[in-house]
């Protein structure tokens, strides 16, 4: 990372830090205010403006565990949603079925979603491209398959109420409480991505995915770092799921489909795979862009053709702006971000 004028790295611990300069914390101060006083700002702190929110950073925990998988590893995972409804439903049923505590459901519901995660992550030590894709793609249908046939445990169809959070005395069960929950979940998990992305690890995820056969050759174990990222990835998945189901309240697996898991992709390929901020962007962005075009819906049916339904000129508008993306920047909205900060620290030379 460039520094400004005057600002050296003087040993390795300053080197690896991620915020640097006294600018940075004085900016990331300011962020946590504005997440933590969120609620109280008129008009974002409304029901459905922190509904959005909530929603919006649970994507985030998903797509930055898809991010390790297959934005670092580059191992393309189309079966993203079905592990966060088994994180959802792991953290449900204890919750309703064995009276847990959230706080001890939760990290069992990502503990056993990463070891779903490393079953279905086997095939990846044989497989790569469309034969992988197939694979996760198999993973999806299998898991919801499973997960409605069995409604003793998890209701079938009809889905399954979750009881709510508790602390002490207080009750997680509104829009505020629930945001408060996700959003320190959202930044504890960008916390942990960025710091993976910066390990040896993250380092032999990275050459995996640019050529595993160059990287098996510098001695990178290809078994057990392909197996760390299905892990690590499903284990962000269960962690989404779990926060989802606390914030719903009631779950289904229509809650958990293939479009889903299409979407996750969708957000990363915006925001610009490999990158935590780019996941974070992509999510939101997506999401801004969904609630924009639920908005315009009824003004779009009235200029568009008859034949077009309100229902479909959502999904159009989404895999458009996804091949404009693909065309004009394939790095997503991280690269954008990336050249608007080098100019702003080399204006008023030109870049």
């Given at each position: 990372?460039?520094?400004?004028s ?26 946590m ?21 909530n929603v ?8 930055l565990g898809?991010?390790?998988l ?13 592990f ?7 953290s449900?049923?204890?919750m309703?079925k ?41 993973a ?5 398959y ?26 997680i ?54 197996l ?11 962690w ?37 901020v ?17 908005i ?33 920047e394939?790095?997503g ?19």
């Open positions: 990372m460039r520094l400004p005057g600002i050296y790295n003087v040993n390795y611990a300053k080197d690896m830090a991620i915020i640097r300069t006294g600018t940075q914390w004085m900016l990331f101060c300011a962020f205010l504005f997440l933590f006083t969120l609620p109280l700002i008129p008009g974002l702190g409304s029901r459905y403006s922190l509904g959005m929110v919006a950073l649970i994507y985030v925990v998903a797509v898809l991010n390790i297959t934005g670092l590893c580059g191992q393309i995972s189309m079966g993203h949603a079905a966060m409804a088994f994180g959802a439903y792991t449900a049923i204890l309703a064995l009276h847990f505590a959230f706080w001890i459901s939760a990290p069992i519901a990502i503990l056993f979603t990463a070891m779903i995660g490393l079953i279905f992550g086997l095939p990846a030590l044989r497989l790569k491209g469309l034969y992988l894709i197939m694979s996760t793609l198999a999806q249908f299998i898991i919801t499973t997960l409605v046939h069995i409604p003793a445990l998890t209701g079938g169809g009809e889905g399954m109420i979750v009881p709510p959070a508790q602390l002490g005395d207080i009750t069960d509104t829009v505020n409480s629930n945001y408060y929950l996700i959003m320190i979940s959202a930044v504890l998990a960008t916390f942990i991505a960025f710091n993976i992305s910066r390990s040896q690890m993250g380092r032999a995820f990275m050459a995996i995915r640019d050529n595993d056969i160059a990287a098996e050759v510098m001695g990178i174990n290809l078994t057990k770092y392909k760390m990222a299905f892990t690590i990835g499903c284990a962000f998945a269960g989404a799921g779990a926060l989802w189901a606390n914030n719903s309240q009631a779950i289904s697996s229509e809650q958990f489909t293939l479009m889903n898991s299409l979407w996750f992709l969708g957000m990363l390929i915006v925001g610009g795979q490999g990158s935590v780019g996941a974070v962007l992509g999510v939101f962005f997506i999401r801004f862009l969904f609630e924009l075009v639920t315009l819906a009824p003004f779009l049916s009235e200029i568009l053709p008859g034949s077009v339904s309100i229902g479909s000129i959502g999904q159009i508008i989404f895999g458009l702006v996804i091949i404009l993306f693909l065309i004009f394939p790095r909205l991280n690269h954008r971000w990336l050249i608007l900060k080098a100019y702003y620290r080399l204006w008023p030379f030109a870049h």
